[in-house]
C-alpha cells in the first residue's frame, strides 16, 4: 500500500522526466497501478487461482504475526470454520465411489495413492472392470467404463485431466460411468 | 400526585416493556418507583457483577424474566481468560431459595454448569424459556434436565456455545407429554443426534415455529422433519454429506414447498450447492438469511440463490460473495435492514481476490435505502467509499467496520481513514454502536466526539496517537455505555481526567495500552463505586504488595465497571480488583 502511496506522489515528477521509450513502456509505478485495477476488476465470485500470482507481488506483505484476539471474530465461528478445513486435510481422504450399475457405493482414501494408475488399478479391483487407456484429447478409450469426478465447484470432470495433487484436494465423490453416458466426455468408444 | 388507583397505572405501566423507559419510570415518584417495580415482570442486567441476585429479588419481586450478561465483549476475541468469572449458579441459586416464579432466562457470555442447569430444571416449575449466547461451562446431561424436568418448556436455544457434547440421549428425555415447544436450536451441538426422538419430538409439537439442528442431521432426516413440521417459520439446516441422490432431492424439495410460513434460514454447514437449490420454491418468502457458515458453498452459488430473495431484511454472509455479489444484494434486496460479511479466510493464507472491498459496501449503501445495521469485514477501505456510504445511508444505527489488516490505510491515497468515519459520523445522527479500524490518529476521535451524539458503544483497535483521542470520545459522547480499546496509545492521563464520566457508563476495557498501574490505582482510590479489574495472566495476584517502581508498570487489561455491590469474591488469581 505504501508502494503505492509513493508512486503517486511521483507519477507527476515522472511525467516530466526524459526517457528513451516508447510511450506507455514505463516500468515501475505504471506497472503497479495496473496490477491495483486488475485486482479490483477480478474480484468475481469465482476464484481465479492464476490471477493470484499477480496480485502477490502487489498486496504480499512479510507474513503477518497472529495478533492475539485479530481479527475480531468469535472463537466459535473461527473453530467451526477452521473444524471444516482441518477435516478435508486430516487423515485420510476418503471419498464414495458409484459405480453405474452396482447396488452399493463404496468409499476410498485417496491419501493412501501416489498417483493416477494407483487409483485406477485400485476400482478397477474393487469394481471388477477394466478402464481403458487415457489420452489427453480423447479421454479414456477401449472400454465402456470410464471414471469421472465431483469436483469442489459441484461438476463432473474427467478423471486424469488435472495434476494429481490438484486431483486429489478437489474431488469429492467418484463416479465410474458406464454406457451410452459416457459418450459426451470424449471416452472414443 | 396520583389521580389515579395503583391498579389503573400498574395496568398503563403494563403497556411500557422497554427496561429502559421503565427504568425512568421509576424515577418520577416514590410512588410510580414502587408500583413500578412491584409491577416488572422483565429485567435485564447487562453486566451480572453490578448488582447482586439478593438486591435484584428484593426490588423486583414480581420477576418473571431475566437477561443476564457476563463476560465483556472482548471475551469473544479470547481476550479474556476462561476462568474470569461470570457465573450463573449464585443466581439460579438466589432466585430458586427465594422462590422467585422465573420462567424465562437468557444469559449470554457466562458459564453455566450442569449442576446450574439441573437447579434450574427443578427450582421454577412454570419455566418456559432458556435462551444461552456465547455461554461455556456445561454437556448434554444439563440440557437433559431442562429437557426431563420442564414440563412447560417452550423454548430452548443455544447459540454459538461451547458445549460438551456426551453424545447422550438428552432429545429422549424429552417427556412423550411435552407438547409445548415452539423453539428448538440446537446448533452449536458436535456430536451425534438421536434423530428418531428428534423426529417424534417434532411431530408432537403442533406448535414447534423454530428449529434449528446440528451437523449430525443428514438430509433425509431433515426432509422428513420438515414434512411433518410445514409450520416452521424458522429453520436451521445441518450438513449434507455429498450431493442427494434424484430421489432424496426431489423429496426435499417437496416438503420444503410445504413450508409456506418458513421466514428464516441459516446453517448450511457442509452443504453441497445443490442442496441450497432444493430452497429455491420458498426463497421470495424470506425475510432472514444465514449463510455466514456455508464455506462450502461458492460465490456465485450464493448469488444465484440470493437474487430470488427480494423481501430479505437480515443477510449474514461470507466474503466470498465478492463485490460483485453484493451489487446483486444491493439490486434485489430492496429491504435489507441488516448485513453481515464475515471473512472466509481467518489467517490470510489465500490472496483472496473474491473476498469484498470498499466497491461492494458502497454498492449496498446506494440500493438499500433501508439498511441500518451493518457489520463488514473486508481488506481495504477508501475514505471516499465512506463519505459516499455516510451519504448515502444517513440511517445507520449500527455500524462496524473492520479492515483486516491493523493500521491500514485509504489505499488509493495512503491516508488516515479519519475523514471517512467521520463523514457516517456526522451524517448518522442516530448512530448507537460503532467499530472503528484501519490507519486512524487522533483526528477520528475529534469526529466522533463531536458529531456522535446517540453513540452508546464504541470499539477501537490500533488507532489514535495520543491521549486527546479517547478524551475526545470521554467528553463528547454523552450517551457512552460501553467503551472498549485495544492497542492504543491512550494512558492515566485519559483514563483519569474525569472519573465521573464511568458513573454513566456500564464499562470501560482497556488492554495493550498506555494506561500503568499506578493509574489504575489512583482511579480505583477516587471511584470507590467502581470495580477496577486488571487482569495479567504472567504473574500471581500480588500487585497490591508491589514497590513504588511498579506502578509505573504498563496494564496488560484493564476492565472497570460500575456497581453496587462492591468488589466480587469469585475472581480467580490472574485478576487483582484494586
Known amino acids: ?142 472400454s465402456e467404463f470410464v471414471p469421472t469426478y465431483e469436483d469442489k465447484d459441484g461438476d463432473w470432470m474427467l478423471v486424469g485431466d488435472v495434476p494429481w495433487e490438484m486431483f486429489v484436494s478437489s474431488c469429492k465423490r467418484l463416479r465410474i460411468m458406464k454406457g451410452s453416458e459416457v459418450k459426451g466426455l470424449g471416452c472414443g468408444v | 400526585m396520583n389521580y389515579f388507583p395503583d391498579e389503573v397505572i400498574e395496568h398503563i405501566f403494563d403497556f411500557i416493556a422497554s427496561h429502559k423507559d421503565r427504568n425512568s419510570i421509576s424515577l418520577v415518584s416514590k410512588s410510580w418507583h414502587k408500583i413500578e417495580r412491584c409491577s416488572r415482570k422483565k429485567v435485564f442486567i447487562g453486566n451480572c457483577y453490578a448488582i447482586n441476585p439478593e438486591r435484584l429479588i428484593e426490588r423486583f419481586p414480581s420477576l418473571r424474566s431475566l437477561t443476564l450478561k457476563g463476560k465483556p465483549h472482548f471475551a469473544d476475541f479470547n481476550l479474556v481468560p476462561h476462568e474470569w468469572g461470570g457465573f450463573v449458579h449464585p443466581w439460579i441459586d438466589a432466585l430458586a ?65 461451547e458445549i460438551e457434547d456426551h453424545r447422550g440421549q438428552w432429545l429422549n428425555c424429552f417427556p412423550e407429554t411435552s407438547t409445548a415447544l415452539t423453539s428448538l436450536n440446537f446448533s452449536c451441538l ?57 430421489e432424496s432431492f426431489v423429496k426435499l424439495m417437496d416438503a420444503i414447498k410445504k413450508c409456506t410460513e418458513l421466514r428464516s434460514l441459516s446453517g448450511f454447514s457442509e452443504v453441497a450447492p445443490l442442496c441450497l437449490t432444493a430452497f429455491y420454491p420458498i426463497c421470495e418468502n424470506l425475510t432472514s438469511l444465514n449463510l455466514s457458515y456455508a464455506a462450502e458453498i461458492q460465490g456465485n452459488h450464493l448469488v444465484r440463490f440470493i437474487q430470488f430473495c427480494k423481501r430479505l431484511q ?92 491493523p493500521n491500514k490505510p485509504d489505499h488509493t491515497t495512503s491516508q488516515s481513514l479519519d475523514e471517512g468515519f467521520g463523514a457516517i459520523v456526522q451524517a448518522c445522527k442516530g448512530l448507537r454502536r460503532l467499530s472503528v479500524s484501519g490507519l486512524l490518529t487522533d483526528k477520528v476521535f475529534l469526529y466522533i466526539g463531536m458529531y456522535a451524539e446517540q453513540l452508546e458503544m464504541l470499539s477501537i483497535a490500533f488507532a489514535g496517537d495520543t491521549d486527546k483521542g479517547m478524551l475526545y470520545v470521554l467528553n463528547g459522547c454523552k450517551k457512552m455505555r460501553k467503551l ?81 455491590v462492591g468488589a466480587r469474591k469469585d475472581a480467580p488469581p490472574c485478576v487483582t480488583i484494586l
Open chain 2, 484 to 564: 472498549e480499546i485495544r492497542d492504543s496509545p491512550f494512558g492515566n492521563a485519559a483514563l483519569l481526567a474525569d472519573v465521573d464520566k464511568y458513573r454513566t457508563m456500564r464499562s470501560l476495557w482497556m488492554s495493550s495500552c498506555e494506561v500503568t498501574l499506578g493509574g489504575c490505582k489512583r482511579l480505583a482510590r477516587n471511584a470507590p463505586w467502581l470495580n477496577v479489574e486488571i487482569i495479567n495472566e504472567n504473574e500471581n495476584n500480588d500487585l497490591m504488595e508491589r514497590n513504588e517502581e511498579d506502578e509505573r508498570e504498563k496494564v496488560d487489561r484493564l476492565y472497570l465497571y460500575r456497581t453496587v
Open chain 1, 1 to 142: 500500500m505504501e508502494n503505492v502511496g509513493v508512486c503517486d506522489e511521483f507519477v507527476n515528477l515522472k511525467a516530466t522526466e526524459l526517457r528513451l521509450g516508447l510511450p506507455g513502456t514505463e516500468d515501475g509505478c505504471e506497472e503497479e497501478k495496473q496490477k491495483v485495477s486488475c485486482i479490483k476488476s477480478n474480484k468475481r465470485a469465482l476464484p481465479e487461482p492464476e490471477k493470484n500470482n499477480e496480485s502477490k507481488t502487489e498486496t504480499a506483505s512479510p507474513p503477518k504475526a497472529q495478533i492475539v484476539g485479530w481479527p475480531p471474530v468469535r472463537s466459535y465461528r473461527k473453530n467451526n470454520i477452521q473444524t471444516k478445513k482441518n477435516e478435508s486435510e486430516g487423515q485420510g481422504m476418503y471419498v464414495k465411489v458409484s459405480m453405474d450399475g452396482a447396488p452399493y457405493l463404496r468409499k476410498i482414501d485417496l491419501t493412501v495413492y501416489k498417483q493416477y494408475p494407483e487409483l485406477m488399478k485400485s476400482l478397477e479391483n474393487m469394481f471388477k472392470f477394466s478402464v481403458g487407456e487415457y489420452f489427453e484429447r480423447e479421454g479414456y478409450k477401449g
Open chain 2, 190 to 246: 458436535k456430536g451425534e443426534t438421536n434423530l428418531a426422538a428428534l423426529e417424534r419430538l417434532v411431530a408432537r409439537s403442533p406448535n414447534l415455529e423454530s428449529l434449528k439442528v446440528n451437523r449430525a442431521v443428514p438430509l433425509d432426516a431433515l426432509t422428513r422433519l420438515m414434512s411433518c413440521a410445514p409450520q416452521l417459520v424458522d429453520l436451521g439446516v445441518g450438513s449434507y454429506e455429498n450431493e442427494p441422490d434424484q
Open chain 2, 314 to 405: 437480515r443477510l449474514w454472509i461470507l466474503d466470498s460473495i465478492g463485490d460483485k455479489g453484493l451489487e446483486v444484494v444491493a439490486s434485489t434486496c430492496k429491504e435489507l435492514q441488516e448485513l453481515r460479511v464475515f471473512p472466509s479466510d481467518l489467517h490470510d493464507e489465500e490472496d483472496n481476490d473474491t473476498a469484498v472491498t470498499e466497491i461492494g459496501l458502497v454498492a449496498i449503501s446506494a440500493g438499500c435505502p433501508k439498511l441500518h445495521s451493518i457489520l463488514y469485514f473486508c481488506k481495504q477501505m477508501t475514505n471516499a467509499a465512506l463519505i459516499t456510504v455516510a451519504k448515502n445511508c444517513p440511517n445507520f444505527i449500527r455500524f462496524r467496520l473492520c479492515i483486516l489488516e
Open chain 2, 97 to 161: 431459595k427465594a422462590r422467585v416464579g422465573l420462567e424465562e432466562l437468557r444469559l449470554k457470555r457466562m458459564v453455566v454448569s450442569d449442576e446450574s442447569l439441573e437447579l434450574l430444571s427443578r427450582s421454577f416449575a412454570s419455566f418456559k424459556s432458556l435462551v444461552l449466547v456465547s455461554c461455556e461451562g456445561f454437556t448434554t446431561d444439563g440440557l437433559a434436565s431442562i429437557a426431563a424436568n420442564c414440563r412447560h418448556l417452550r423454548e430452548l436455544d443455544l447459540q454459538e456455545n
